[in-house]
């Protein structure tokens, strides 16, 4: 729902036009599987689908997860604003100073108390995490690619044959103006219209550590090389990654690890601050 989730999306926008949302608060696919079925029913014939899905997360320009700098406001808040409600929810559930939320009765809220639950099983994972804003994403990503893959097992069989369904699931990652914005990828894989595994990607999307590729013989390397090389092209043809822009794959690596750690600090670059931010994928 957020404004500073349609950077990625219009970038998907310009390379397919007009996407099909099934989305809702914090991320999580509330369409379900009668969204992907009408999805599904839109998709040319002889064609292919890609998804992409998962939460988002904010870097602020003091270095701060979970906040981010908005147009006109003198402070940061908080990013994403669900994903932190959901959190201090869960936070009081389990210790015990509220009770668990029955599912609604009414709309008014309904996405709000879904995201909350949904959230619960991993009270714990969040409560012993060193920096839960760090942690908060990537419990949530956990959760919606569980319902991700429910909704695609039971509308896979709308999807006409022969095409495929590509499933690019992570976590948007929101920077202040003037920065690029990152996509740090969890899911990366192909599946049939009867919901079977084609290929898993996600692997080839991590370049092999030298130690490792001496272990390998020369055609099993020059594979590896070939299979990276499209999956970039691919990953690029998706709209992943924007045309004339190259990412510093150290740069990114280093950004990952210090996300993980709680330590990734933003600098703001006041001088350039183009329409539109640039989109880096995080691997």
């Given at each position: 729902c957020d404004?500073?989730?349609?950077?990625?999306?219009?970038?998907?926008?310009?390379?397919?036009?007009?996407?099909?949302?099934?989305?809702g608060l914090a991320g999580f696919a509330f369409g379900g599987v009668t969204s992907f079925c009408a999805m599904a029913h839109h998709i040319p014939e002889g064609g292919n689908c890609a998804i992409l899905y998962g939460p988002?997360?904010?870097?602020?320009?003091?270095?701060?997860?979970?906040?981010?700098?908005?147009?006109?406001?003198?402070?940061?808040?908080?990013?994403?604003?669900?994903?932190?409600?959901?959190?201090?929810?869960?936070?009081?559930?389990?210790?015990?100073?509220?009770?668990?939320?029955?599912?609604?009765?009414?709309?008014?809220?309904?996405?709000?108390?879904?995201?909350?639950?949904?959230?619960?099983?991993?009270?714990?994972?969040?409560?012993?995490?060193?920096?839960?804003?760090?942690?908060?994403?990537?419990?949530l990503f956990d959760s919606q690619d569980e319902l991700m893959q429910k909704i695609v097992a039971g509308g896979c069989g709308e999807v006409h044959s022969p095409g495929n369904i590509a499933l690019i699931g992570g976590i948007q990652i929101n920077t202040p103006a003037g920065t690029s914005e990152f996509f740090?990828?969890?899911?990366?894989?192909i599946r049939n219209n009867r919901g079977e595994l084609v290929a898993n990607l996600i692997d080839t999307l991590y370049v092999v550590e030298p130690e490792a590729s001496k272990k390998d013989d020369i055609f099993t390397v020059m594979i590896k090389a070939l299979t990276l090389l499209l999956l970039l092209l691919t990953?690029?043809?998706?709209?992943?990654?924007?045309?004339?822009?190259?990412?510093?794959?150290?740069?990114?690596?280093?950004?990952?690890?210090d996300l993980q750690m709680g330590n990734l600090y933003v600098q703001e670059n006041e001088d350039s601050l183009p329409k539109r931010k640039k989109q880096k994928l995080l691997v």
């Open positions: 404004e500073v989730n349609r950077e990625l999306e219009q970038t998907m926008i310009d390379m397919y036009g007009e996407n099909f949302s099934m989305g988002h997360v904010g870097i602020d320009d003091k270095g701060n997860v979970g906040k981010i700098n908005r147009r006109g406001r003198m402070c940061s808040g908080a990013c994403c604003g669900s994903a932190a409600a959901a959190a201090g929810y869960v936070k009081s559930v389990k210790s015990g100073e509220v009770k668990a939320a029955a599912p609604p009765q009414e709309c008014i809220d309904a996405q709000q108390t879904f995201v909350g639950n949904m959230l619960l099983p991993y009270a714990q994972r969040l409560e012993d995490a060193k920096n839960n804003q760090v942690e908060l994403p990537l419990a740090l990828p969890k899911v990366f894989e990953v690029m043809s998706l709209g992943l990654h924007v045309a004339g822009q190259r990412t510093n794959l150290m740069e990114a690596r280093q950004i990952q690890r």
